[in-house]
């Protein structure tokens, strides 16, 4: 077990940059997770961690030393790939035992390890197998066993969910975050999907186009996302935006007023912003409040999505109590103004 | 066959005029098949029909004739065993062509892993070349390596024979695996190398396993070319004590000591190794063949 720091790291392919000095700080037996939009570096991340990808500039510290240029057996890491890369001509138990192998450990050493990883995850029965005669969940389990009989400082995982259904994917969730209980280890994780983010991470890491746009906790990135960004890729239903003018104490859109009570600093008077609000945080009120043109209307029992527009910029709501508007009316609305995100235009940073 | 059968199945649930179009195609498709079989064949079995012929029956009747009056008889074989010296000169093309086989299959898998899986410079610009001079004809090097290798005094052993046999079929053999080789994942390789595996463990363990198949089409296919190579033997081991089975063939044929049915069946003996070998293992010459030009 040990902590991995990402020191102001680049990577260079020929002349493109594709990471631009990243720093990370992942503590002793923390669940990270790398999250962006496809093609932000995040596999590329990953790699350099893993020492497949060389580093072209920066340092990668596993535990107490630099591993830049170590191998990756040398690392004592264990990647879970997306396409699982199980070795077709092994059977389970060759598989998972052939790190010990290549360590050149003794062929009882290596039964006791796998069948002690084999029950963790229920594979027991499946020892004597070939990859090709298991399914997809099996497969994954597999991939995961083989990493864990390694017993390594760091569990590195590429996307390693994307190649199952819906419902095994959350399963399989539930999994990978037990399996983090019990063993403890550093676990980095990278996927596309924020809901996996959100739902697995002690800490969550947001790219785009190579840069970090912010780390923190899954509800600290919900609450107080840093920037516009970080805003719409959290939450789903994503975030409201409505831009608007910031001028004394409140945002206004044309000659509606949106409150705010969580001020920005003053030298934002004036200013172009954008306010952000999330679809949970707008309730319905009477007469005195902010009229949503309802367009949709999507029950799904426990609540109620609306999709409307509030002059002119589109709104999405979420309600927990009922009501008989239809689409093509008006639902008064307020929004919560503790809750409120304000964003400059121009930057895109928070400033509240 | 099951090419065949699959397309019967996938014509099935189809219309019944292109059902009609369908049929029509497959009784021109039989029908060229055995034209082209009879074309093949004829000779062929006239061939096998002369060495069960005695001398005389042959120069009075065409080979036909044996099927309306059967009089086999074994002459021409054991003359052609004893002229041949069959016992030595197939143990000399086993020691000729097994070695070679096991060359050119390691040398090949050797040169494709490092081409496809490695990086380093120049690498394009070598495969590059390896196709490119395979387009010249193997006879211009004989020279040259005949006097190579009489300088070095290994002319009459087998060595010149093995590397030269290999040397002509492992720019193909490289360029046959190189295409399945690159198609295996990229993942299965940084697996292995994560758990610790060195670039010729990757090899011995990951890559070779899983290529079964095109190394064993390519290990038939130079068995064949060696097993009948005449010329390169010829040059350097003589017609003595080392030839193989196809150097005695055509010595015999010089000579013309036994006769043509004796020659015959001499021929004969030297296909039997290749024939047997390929008509069991035509499975995974098929498959290996067709595998690496589907992926590659
Ligand atoms: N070998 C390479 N040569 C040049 N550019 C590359 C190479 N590999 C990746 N890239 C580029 O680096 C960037 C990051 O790629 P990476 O695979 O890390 O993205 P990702 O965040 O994992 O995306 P995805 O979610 O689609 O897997 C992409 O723009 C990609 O085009
Ligand atoms: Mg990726």
Same mark, same amino acid.
Not at chain 2, 135 to 141: E, K
């Given at each position: 077990m040990a902590n991995v720091n990402l020191r102001d790291v680049r990577k260079i392919y020929n002349q493109t940059q594709?990471?631009? /000095?990243v720093n990370v700080d992942i503590d002793d037996g923390e669940f990270v997770v790398l999250v962006g939009p496809s093609g932000c570096g995040k596999s590329t991340l990953l790699r350099m961690i893993a020492g497949l990808e060389e580093i072209s500039d920066g340092q990668v510290h596993i535990g107490s030393t630099i591993v830049n240029d170590m191998s990756p057996k040398d690392r004592d890491i264990a990647m879970v790939f997306q396409s699982y890369a199980l070795y077709p001509h092994m059977t389970v138990a060759q598989n998972m035992g052939f790190s010990l192998q290549m360590r050149g450990n003794a062929k009882a050493e290596i039964r006791t390890q796998v069948e002690k990883a084999a029950k963790i995850l229920n594979l027991e029965p499946l020892l004597e197998r070939y990859p090709r005669q298991l399914s997809g969940g099996q497969r994954q389990r597999v991939a995961m066993g083989r990493a864990i009989v390694r017993n390594p400082q760091v569990f590195l995982f590429d996307e390693p969910l994307s190649n199952l259904d819906a419902k095994l994917r959350v399963v399989m969730r539930g999994e990978i975050k037990a399996l983090h209980q019990r063993l403890g280890s550093t676990m980095v994780y990278v996927t596309h999907d924020q809901i996996e983010a959100m739902t697995m991470a002690d800490k969550i890491v947001v790219m785009r186009d190579g840069f970090v746009e912010q780390v923190g906790s899954p509800l600290a990135l919900y609450d107080r996302p840093a920037n516009l960004f970080v805003a719409g890729f959290i939450g789903s239903p994503g975030m409201n935006f409505l831009s608007g003018r910031y001028a004394s104490g409140a945002v206004w859109i044309g000659d509606v007023s949106l409150p705010v009570s969580d001020l920005p600093v *003053?030298? *934002?008077? /004036?200013r172009q912003v954008v306010y952000g609000i999330r679809p949970e945080n707008l309730a319905i009120t009477d007469d005195d409040g902010l009229p949503l043109v309802v367009e949709v209307i999507e029950p799904t029992g426990a609540e109620t999505h609306v999709v409307g527009h509030i002059s002119g910029q589109r709104v999405i709501g979420v309600f927990r109590e009922r009501f008989t508007t239809r689409p093509g009316g008006v639902l008064r609305v307020k929004f919560d103004p503790r809750k409120v995100h304000l964003f400059d235009q121009q930057s895109e940073q928070r400033i509240n | 066959m099951s090419a065949i059968e699959s397309r019967t199945a996938m014509s099935a649930p189809m219309q019944s005029t292109s059902r009609l179009g369908n049929r029509l195609k497959q009784v021109a498709l039989h029908t060229a098949v055995f034209l082209l079989c009879l074309v093949w064949f004829t000779p062929v079995l006239s061939l096998f029909v002369t060495t069960f012929r005695s001398e005389s029956d042959s120069s009075r009747t065409g080979w036909w004739y044996a099927f309306i009056e059967w009089r086999p008889v074994l002459s021409n074989y054991v003359e052609a065993i004893y002229l041949t010296g069959v016992g030595r000169s197939v143990v000399n093309s086993i020691v000729l062509t097994v070695p070679t086989v096991l060359g050119t299959v390691l040398f090949s898998a050797i040169g494709a892993f490092a081409l496809a899986r490695m990086r380093f410079r120049g690498r394009i610009a070598l495969f590059l070349a390896m196709v490119g001079f395979q =387009?010249? +004809? +193997?006879?211009? =090097?004989l020279v040259p390596m005949l006097k190579f290798f009489l300088a070095l005094g290994l002319t009459g052993t087998f060595i010149p024979v093995w590397i030269i046999e290999m040397g002509l079929t492992v720019p193909f053999g490289i360029f046959l695996l190189y295409g399945f080789f690159a198609s295996i994942p990229s993942d299965l390789v940084e697996a292995a190398r994560i758990d610790g595996a060195s670039e010729p463990r990757i090899f011995f363990q990951i890559i070779l396993p899983l290529s079964g198949a095109v190394l064993a089409s390519l290990a038939i296919l130079q068995f064949m070319i060696a097993w009948n190579h005449l010329l390169i033997p010829l040059i350097f081991l003589g017609s003595g004590s080392l030839s193989p089975l196809t150097v005695q063939v055509a010595s015999l044929a010089q000579t013309n000591a036994g006769g043509l049915n004796t020659l015959t069946a001499a021929t004969f003996i030297s296909v039997i190794v290749p024939l047997v070998l390929i008509v069991t293992l035509q499975k995974y010459f098929v498959r290996g063949v067709l595998g690496g030009a589907v992926k590659g």
């Open positions: 594709v990471i631009h /000095g *003053s030298a *934002s008077e /004036g | =387009v010249l +004809p +193997p006879q211009l =090097v």
